[in-house]
C-alpha cells in the first residue's frame, strides 16, 4: 500500500499563491504516475496535473496551464503542485493520487488518494 498525505492548502486572494504538498510512503515502487485532482461543490473530480517519474513527463488541464506546476523532489517522496495566478474557479479541494499510468486525467487509473487538502480563493 502507498500511504498519501497532502498539506499546503489554505484561502488566498485572486491572482494569489499557494504551495501544495504530498508526502508518500509505503511501496511507492509500485506508483509510476502521481497526480493532483481537484473537486468543488457539485462538481465532478477533474484531473489538474500529473507528473511520470521515471519518463520525466507532466501534463496538465488546459484550464491551469502556465499557471500551475506539478513536481516531485529527488527522492520521489513528496509530489509539489505551485498554484499561482490564482482565480475564484480554482477554489476546490485538492487530491494527490498514485497509480500505475494511463490517462493521467482519469481518477480510475489512480489506486492511492489522500484526504484532500482545500484551497479557497476569493
Known amino acids: 500500500h502507498v500511504q498519501l498525505v497532502e498539506s499546503g492548502g489554505g484561502s488566498v486572494q485572486t491572482g494569489g499563491s499557494l504551495r501544495l504538498s504530498c508526502a508518500a510512503s509505503?511501496?511507492?515502487?509500485?506508483?509510476?504516475?502521481m497526480g493532483w485532482f481537484r473537486q468543488a461543490p457539485g462538481k465532478e473530480r477533474e484531473g489538474v496535473a500529473a507528473i511520470y517519474p521515471g519518463a520525466r513527463r507532466t501534463y496538465y488541464a488546459d484550464s491551469v496551464k502556465g499557471r500551475f506546476t506539478v513536481s516531485q523532489d529527488s527522492a520521489k517522496t513528496t509530489l509539489y503542485l505551485q498554484l499561482n495566478s490564482l482565480k475564484p474557479e480554482d477554489t476546490a479541494m485538492y487530491y494527490c493520487a498514485a497509480g500505475r499510468g494511463g490517462l493521467w486525467y482519469d481518477a480510475a487509473e489512480y489506486n492511492y488518494w489522500g484526504q484532500g487538502t482545500q484551497v479557497t480563493v476569493s
Open positions: 509505503g511501496y511507492t515502487d509500485s506508483v509510476y504516475c
